[in-house]
C-alpha cells in the first residue's frame, strides 16, 4: 500500500515542525471493523482498548503499531505535505 506522504506520529515531529504536516485520522472505522491508516491493519484481534489518561476514555489503539510508537484513534497522524518536499511533476496534457 502506497501513501501520498509518510504518516508520523506528534512525537515523532519536532514541535516548530508541526505545521508543516496535515492531521490524519490515524484509525478508521469501517463496515468490517476499524482500519490502521499507519500499518493497514484491520484484523480486530490486532487493536485493544485502553484507559487512555489523555482524554479520559476508553480509546482504540494498534496493536501492530506499538512498537514503532502507538497509534490510538484520538490522536490524529501527521502526514508530511508533498506540496512543500517534493518538486511536482506536470502531467503533459493529452
Ligand atoms: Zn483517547
Ligand atoms: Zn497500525
Not at 493497514?40 to 484507559?51: A, C, E
Amino acid at each position: 500500500m502506497k501513501h501520498a506522504g509518510k504518516l508520523l506520529l506528534s512525537q515523532e515531529i519536532p514541535p516548530e515542525e508541526l505545521h508543516e504536516y496535515t492531521p490524519v485520522p490515524s484509525i478508521q472505522k469501517k463496515s468490517f471493523g476499524h482500519q490502521c491508516l499507519r500499518c493497514g491493519n484491520t484484523k480486530s484481534y490486532l487493536f485493544g482498548h485502553m484507559p487512555h489518561a489523555a482524554c479520559g476514555k476508553e480509546c482504540l489503539y494498534c496493536r501492530q503499531c506499538i512498537q514503532m510508537g502507538r497509534v490510538i484513534e484520538c490522536e490524529p497522524l501527521y502526514e508530511a505535505d508533498p506540496g512543500c518536499e517534493w518538486p511536482r511533476y506536470q502531467e503533459p496534457l493529452q
